[in-house]
Each structure stands twice: as structure tokens, then as C-alpha cells.
């Protein structure tokens, strides 16, 4: 059989690629063709996206692609940022980052106009102050010029999708992450949009996974899971129906795959999230801060001359003692950039507990309160489909982290399968070969992922003690 070359552009909160991925017909191969940081500009205290030198190096990685003859390419991204386009198709502004401050506050005061029960029945996304809705209101609240010129609203990756085709249409991975979207009706949460008084007209089309778009440079244009950990999860072979997932990176996401949404009075009091995955499938899960945190304290040990990478300061932390405290995610202090070290260990002080003074021990405190914030998730979700979960597969970047798999086999008291790395970039590349008629269907995509021994899958069964 020829060979056939996708390209997929890959783009996280932290750094971005595009990748060629080659199918045989036997087995998968991934060839890296350019990789570039994606950092949030401040300008006068508003943190955004730089998205015109994104879309510049996007450019330059498929220029280096077509060297291959690709069959077609894929974009997928982070959830919940947007962009807002004029009547003639303009970018009204850079995209804002969700990390930025606008969205203090907005969150309860949207409690006060419509329920959380009201929103969650209409949408089944988990409270975060992140989320596109809370993002909307504030430019509603500030009589946003830039909302009232609106004529187009496109999530980021839908935004590159339009650069790249000049159809503007949202994806249905990436639109069911801003809580403005009605997962029973299948299309925007109308209801919702008008009690905020959020314009309805700026709200284009929702398509499916492996939508073809429109071309590029005469390369066809294919919508994978443009969520990126919507990519991740078609591409993670899961073992069996019981099999949970964690896409691990700059947020670890935690979760079960499923048929239909579960939105009802348990889910809603587990604050989970329900969003689109591939080929009619769910993604019953709930958002972990991730290895920000890590990267954060990294990056401010940095800024004081000590420039430690990160398996040095995972070494570090395993020889750090196992008693230290493990500090939550989840608690909004860690949301926003900073001199994370110091909130590491002012959220151990204010409880009493032991504070980290190491390098070593502030690493292990984040990375033993991620593993014991995956066992409550994973507890609660199992407790929600009344389905035990058997395994554990972590996947992405964070699957590199042998510390923290280990401790999150030790917390979940489950067997935790780490790998592949890639597997958003593969989940990408396998809806566009499923759509350009090369595989057949996800389960024969998620049996090429299995096969793909130079990936080195790990199984990390050992739970009888900590690390």
C-alpha cells in the first residue's frame, strides 16, 4: 500500500508543533517538522494569545510539510478562548488568554441571573471561571466595543480553521467546552445565550469530527476532535469498556469515555463536565490544574538564575521525603501565572501542615496532590455511571513523569498504563485518515496506537507503596 502523510498542527497552552504522520497501512510513524512556544503576551495587565505569530509558524510547518505530498491536515487546540471577527471577516482583537483576570467574579454573579442547576441542566460542563460563558459576560458586563462589532464568534481552533479556509463554522469537540453549548439539542444553549444578553447572530455552524472544511495550498482541510484532548482520548487505546483516561500536560483531564452525556443532579453536585468526543461518543470528565503548577515553579526558579529541567526537578522529587504535604490543585490560587513556589507553600501554611522548603519537596507536594485529586475524580465518575473503572491510562506529556504515575497507581489503587506522548497529534492524524477512507473506523485507529511499540507503553502496576 502507498504510503499516506496527514499533517497534524498540535497547539497547547505552553508550546505548539506540526507533525507528519505517516500510515503504511500496516503501522503509524510521526515525524516532527517544526515546534514553537506558545506564550501569552500582557499588555497594560490583559493577558493574551499572540496568535499572528502562531499562525505565522503554522505556515512555516506546513511549508516544511508539503515536501511529503500530505493527504490532508488537522488543527486542534486548547479549549474555551475564542476570537471575534467583523462583518468583513477582520479579527476584532488578539484572543484573551482564559488565565486572565477579566473573569473574576464573573462566575458568581452569573449565579445570581441563572441557576448553576439551570446552567448545568443546559449544558453539562463543569464551573470554572475559565469558561467561554464567564469569558462573554465580562465583555457583556463592560460593554465590550469589540462584542458589539461582533459579527462572527470562532473558538481558537476554529479561528485557525477559517485563516486556513475561510469557512467559519465551529467544531463540535472544542464548542461544547464553553458552556454555551446544549449537549441534548446538540447545538448551542440558546436559552442560556439570551438570558446573558449574548448576541445569538454571531454564532455560527457546529460540525462533526472529520469534517472536511475546505483547502489550504490545495491540501485538503479536515476538522479532527479540534479539542485537543478530544484528540488525545480517540487516539488513547483504551483497553476495555472500563478503561479511564488522564490526557496529562498543562491540564490533566480525567475521565471516562462514554455514550451520552450524564447530566443530571449527581453530576451536577460532582461539578463534572460533559464534552463531545469522536464519533458520537462523550468525555465524562473533570479538569485538574495539571502540570502548570510544575511549570510555573519552574519557570520562576528560572527567573532567579536556576534553570532546572523538568526530569531535574522530578529527580529531585523523588528523593524529596514521601511525607510531605500534598497541596490541591484545584484551589484558584494556582490558576493564574506567578511566583508559584511561594503559593505551594503559603496554602501548606494557612492549614497548619508542613511546609515544603526544597526545591524537591515543593515538586513532590504538587505532584502527590495531583495523584490524590485523580482518585477523588476517578471515585466520583465511577460513582456517577455506577461502572468501576479497571485501568488507568495516562497519556501525553505528563506520561513521561514516572514519579507521578506511580503515585497516581499508589492513589486510584489501579494499574496505570503510561503512553504514547503523542497522542494528541495521533488522535488528530487518525480522524483525518478515517475520514479520507485509510482506516475504517476508531477502533481499528485506537489497535494501530496499541501496536506502536517504539512509543514504549509502560504499565505501572506496582501500588503497594509510594514511591
Given at each position: 500500500?502507498?504510503?499516506?502523510?496527514?499533517?497534524?498542527?498540535?497547539?497547547?497552552?505552553?508550546?505548539?508543533?506540526?507533525?507528519?504522520?505517516?500510515?503504511?497501512?500496516?503501522?503509524?510513524?510521526?515525524?516532527?517538522?517544526?515546534?514553537?512556544?506558545?506564550?501569552?503576551?500582557?499588555?497594560?495587565?490583559?493577558?493574551?494569545?499572540?496568535?499572528?505569530?502562531?499562525?505565522?509558524?503554522?505556515?512555516?510547518?506546513?511549508?516544511?510539510?508539503?515536501?511529503?505530498?500530505?493527504?490532508?491536515?488537522?488543527?486542534?487546540?486548547?479549549?474555551?478562548?475564542?476570537?471575534?471577527?467583523?462583518?468583513?471577516?477582520?479579527?476584532?482583537?488578539?484572543?484573551?488568554?482564559?488565565?486572565?483576570?477579566?473573569?473574576?467574579?464573573?462566575?458568581?454573579?452569573?449565579?445570581?441571573?441563572?441557576?448553576?442547576?439551570?446552567?448545568?441542566?443546559?449544558?453539562?460542563?463543569?464551573?470554572?471561571?475559565?469558561?467561554?460563558?464567564?469569558?462573554?459576560?465580562?465583555?457583556?458586563?463592560?460593554?465590550?466595543?469589540?462584542?458589539?462589532?461582533?459579527?462572527?464568534?470562532?473558538?481558537?481552533?476554529?479561528?485557525?480553521?477559517?485563516?486556513?479556509?475561510?469557512?467559519?463554522?465551529?467544531?463540535?469537540?472544542?464548542?461544547?467546552?464553553?458552556?454555551?453549548?446544549?449537549?441534548?439539542?446538540?447545538?448551542?444553549?440558546?436559552?442560556?445565550?439570551?438570558?446573558?444578553?449574548?448576541?445569538?447572530?454571531?454564532?455560527?455552524?457546529?460540525?462533526?469530527?472529520?469534517?472536511?472544511?475546505?483547502?489550504?495550498?490545495?491540501?485538503?482541510?479536515?476538522?479532527?476532535?479540534?479539542?485537543?484532548?478530544?484528540?488525545?482520548?480517540?487516539?488513547?487505546?483504551?483497553?476495555?469498556?472500563?478503561?479511564?483516561?488522564?490526557?496529562?500536560?498543562?491540564?490533566?483531564?480525567?475521565?471516562?469515555?462514554?455514550?451520552?452525556?450524564?447530566?443530571?443532579?449527581?453530576?451536577?453536585?460532582?461539578?463534572?463536565?460533559?464534552?463531545?468526543?469522536?464519533?458520537?461518543?462523550?468525555?465524562?470528565?473533570?479538569?485538574?490544574?495539571?502540570?502548570?503548577?510544575?511549570?510555573?515553579?519552574?519557570?520562576?526558579?528560572?527567573?532567579?538564575?536556576?534553570?532546572?529541567?523538568?526530569?531535574?526537578?522530578?529527580?529531585?522529587?523523588?528523593?524529596?521525603?514521601?511525607?510531605?504535604?500534598?497541596?490541591?490543585?484545584?484551589?484558584?490560587?494556582?490558576?493564574?501565572?506567578?511566583?508559584?513556589?511561594?503559593?505551594?507553600?503559603?496554602?501548606?501554611?494557612?492549614?497548619?501542615?508542613?511546609?515544603?522548603?526544597?526545591?524537591?519537596?515543593?515538586?513532590?507536594?504538587?505532584?502527590?496532590?495531583?495523584?490524590?485529586?485523580?482518585?477523588?475524580?476517578?471515585?466520583?465518575?465511577?460513582?456517577?455511571?455506577?461502572?468501576?473503572?479497571?485501568?488507568?491510562?495516562?497519556?501525553?506529556?505528563?506520561?513521561?513523569?514516572?514519579?507521578?504515575?506511580?503515585?497516581?497507581?499508589?492513589?486510584?489503587?489501579?494499574?496505570?498504563?503510561?503512553?504514547?506522548?503523542?497522542?494528541?497529534?495521533?488522535?488528530?492524524?487518525?480522524?483525518?485518515?478515517?475520514?479520507?477512507?485509510?482506516?475504517?473506523?476508531?477502533?481499528?485507529?485506537?489497535?494501530?496506537?496499541?501496536?506502536?511499540?517504539?512509543?514504549?507503553?509502560?504499565f505501572l502496576a506496582d501500588i503497594s507503596e509510594i514511591v
Amino acid at each position: 500500500m502507498k504510503k499516506c502523510t496527514v499533517l497534524a498542527i498540535d497547539l497547547g497552552a505552553e508550546s505548539g508543533r506540526v507533525m507528519a504522520v505517516h500510515y503504511d497501512g500496516k503501522g503509524l510513524e510521526i515525524e516532527e517538522l517544526h515546534r514553537f512556544p506558545n506564550t501569552t503576551v500582557n499588555v497594560r495587565g490583559t493577558l493574551h494569545w499572540d496568535f499572528l505569530r502562531l499562525w505565522t509558524d503554522i505556515q512555516q510547518g506546513i511549508g516544511l510539510g508539503k515536501a511529503h505530498r500530505p493527504a490532508s491536515l488537522g488543527v486542534d487546540t486548547w479549549g474555551v478562548d475564542f476570537g471575534l471577527l467583523d462583518s468583513q471577516g477582520q479579527l476584532l482583537g488578539n484572543p484573551i488568554t482564559y488565565r486572565d483576570s477579566r473573569t473574576d467574579g464573573v462566575m458568581d454573579r452569573a449565579f445570581g441571573k441563572v441557576s448553576q442547576a439551570d446552567i448545568f441542566a443546559q449544558t453539562g460542563i463543569q464551573f470554572m471561571p475559565i469558561n467561554t460563558l464567564y469569558q462573554m459576560i465580562s465583555l457583556v458586563e463592560s460593554g465590550s466595543p469589540q462584542l458589539a462589532a461582533a459579527h462572527t464568534f470562532l473558538t481558537a481552533p476554529d479561528l485557525l480553521n477559517y485563516w486556513l479556509t475561510g469557512v467559519k463554522v465551529c467544531e463540535f469537540s472544542n464548542a461544547t467546552t464553553t458552556q454555551l453549548f446544549n449537549p441534548r439539542t446538540r447545538d448551542w444553549a440558546w436559552e442560556l445565550l439570551d438570558a446573558f444578553g449574548i448576541q445569538r447572530g454571531i454564532f455560527p455552524e457546529v460540525v462533526q469530527p472529520g469534517t472536511r472544511l475546505g483547502e489550504y495550498d490545495d491540501i485538503p482541510v479536515i476538522a479532527p476532535a479540534c479539542h485537543d484532548t478530544g484528540s488525545a482520548v480517540a487516539a488513547t487505546p483504551l483497553g476495555s469498556p472500563h478503561s479511564a483516561y488522564i490526557s496529562s500536560g498543562t491540564w490533566s483531564l480525567v475521565g471516562l469515555e462514554v455514550d451520552a452525556p450524564v447530566i443530571n443532579d449527581a453530576a451536577l453536585a460532582a461539578n463534572v463536565t460533559n464534552e463531545g468526543g469522536v464519533y458520537g461518543s462523550y468525555r465524562l470528565l473533570k479538569n485538574v490544574m495539571g502540570l502548570w503548577i510544575v511549570q510555573q515553579c519552574r519557570a520562576t526558579w528560572a527567573a532567579a538564575g536556576e534553570d532546572l529541567s523538568y526530569d531535574e526537578l522530578t529527580r529531585l522529587a523523588t528523593a524529596a521525603s514521601p511525607d510531605v504535604a500534598a497541596i490541591d490543585p484545584n484551589d484558584n490560587r494556582f490558576l493564574a501565572p506567578g511566583n508559584h513556589p511561594q503559593r505551594v507553600q503559603a496554602w501548606c501554611r494557612e492549614r497548619g501542615l508542613p511546609v515544603p522548603q526544597s526545591k524537591g519537596e515543593i515538586v513532590r507536594s504538587v505532584l502527590q496532590g495531583l495523584a490524590n485529586r485523580y482518585a477523588s475524580v476517578l471515585a466520583s465518575l465511577t460513582d456517577l455511571t455506577g461502572q468501576p473503572a479497571d485501568r488507568v491510562h495516562i497519556v501525553g506529556g505528563g506520561s513521561q513523569n514516572r514519579l507521578l504515575n506511580q503515585m497516581a497507581a499508589n492513589a486510584t489503587r489501579l494499574p496505570v498504563v503510561a503512553g504514547p506522548v503523542e497522542t494528541t497529534v495521533l488522535g488528530n492524524a487518525l480522524v483525518q485518515l478515517i475520514s479520507l477512507g485509510e482506516l475504517a473506523d476508531i477502533q481499528q485507529a485506537r489497535q494501530l496506537v496499541a501496536q506502536m511499540d517504539d512509543l514504549s507503553l509502560t504499565f505501572l502496576a506496582d501500588i503497594s507503596e509510594i514511591v
